[in-house]
């Protein structure tokens, strides 16, 4: 890949976070990225970034967490492109947006005021909301606990209830 895909596939999965959590990747995440794109132990990765071994291990290990969470199967070091290549390969079948990472070119086609449909376990948590609202939980406290973006959990919130 070239740098120009590498930013590119960066920015790209910096999205994809910052819908999920409504917080963007940090510089230690995006090297990470870059360096386990261009094949780099984590060793490597901390020697030309001037930090520790177990530290990029650390921010790596949340890291795939996340994208875990978001891609809704196991994400690591040796599986990070088939990840999103499978993840983006599904979205694009459900006509959200198209992307090919094989080949390292990246095509967004979201159209404009279009969010990503939320999975189902977004869903839940989303349910989840009122109920958490009802115990007194603010709304910013809410997003946070269920790792949601804070508009998302705003939207579900002002919904008109449902009568039962």
């Known amino acids: 890949m070239n740098n120009f895909d590498i930013h590119s596939l960066i920015t790209t999965v910096d999205n994809l976070i910052f819908s999920y959590t409504g917080e963007n990747l940090d510089d230690v995440q995006s090297e990470i990225l870059e360096g386990v794109i261009n094949h780099q132990k984590y060793t490597e990765i901390a020697k030309n970034h001037h930090c520790s071994e177990k530290y990029v291990k650390d921010v790596a290990g949340k890291?795939?967490?996340?994208?875990?969470?978001i891609l809704g199967e196991e994400v690591n070091k040796a599986n990070l492109r088939s990840s999103l290549r499978r993840y983006y390969y599904n979205v694009a079948?459900?006509?959200?947006?198209?992307?090919?990472?094989?080949?390292?070119?990246?095509?967004?086609?979201?159209?404009?005021?279009?969010?990503?449909?939320?999975?189902?376990?977004?869903?839940?948590?989303?349910?989840?909301?009122?109920?958490?609202?009802?115990?007194?939980?603010?709304?910013?406290?809410?997003?946070?606990?269920?790792?949601?973006?804070l508009e998302l959990v705003k939207e579900q919130l002002e919904k008109p209830k449902q009568p039962n």
């Open 63 to 69: 890291l795939w967490k996340t994208l875990s969470e």
């Open 93 to 149: 079948n459900n006509n959200v947006f198209g992307i090919q990472i094989s080949e390292g070119n990246i095509c967004n086609q979201l159209p404009e005021n279009q969010l990503q449909k939320p999975n189902i376990a977004e869903e839940y948590k989303l349910e989840i909301a009122t109920e958490l609202m009802k115990e007194g939980l603010t709304v910013e406290q809410i997003a946070r606990v269920l790792k949601l973006p």
